[in-house]
Nanobody, 133 residues
């Protein structure tokens, strides 16, 4: 069952940009955190960006920090991933995911911990991003 739906993937040259969007596939879901993951052949699915929905606090993997931005568009009920300064190593299948119930945060803050697959119960089907010359 596809619970979320990603869009916006495609092919781009190094240094270029793409914007991914994630929306519920059928019904509105309530989640504390949402995140973007990516997967490449032979590697585990990796959390790259997360957002605490209530106040917009974010977290990023070191590999994308400063280049990617996760945000929520409350009017559209979507979560976005703006990807700038793309590199070939950013190539992969990108998944949107949402928690069921709560999510873990850094103590004393609303900053999500680095997203891990086990905390996310709602997933999209993935959208391909290819960065090459």
């Amino acid at each position: 069952q596809v619970q979320l739906r990603e869009s916006g993937g495609g092919s781009v040259r190094p240094g270029g940009s793409l914007r991914l969007s994630c929306a519920p596939s059928a019904r509105r879901h309530s989640s504390t955190c949402m995140a973007w993951f990516r997967q490449t052949p032979g590697k585990e699915r990796e959390g790259i960006a997360g957002i605490y929905i209530d106040d917009g606090s974010t977290t990023y993997a070191d590999s994308v920090r400063g280049r990617f931005t996760i945000s929520e568009d409350k009017a559209k009920n979507t979560v976005e991933l703006q990807m700038d300064s793309l590199r070939p190593e950013d190539t992969g299948l990108y998944y949107c995911a949402a928690t069921v119930g709560g999510c873990s945060v850094v103590p004393g803050t609303t900053t999500p911990i680095h997203p891990v697959v086990s905390e996310y119960g709602r997933w999209g089907q993935g959208t391909q991003v290819t960065v090459s010359s």
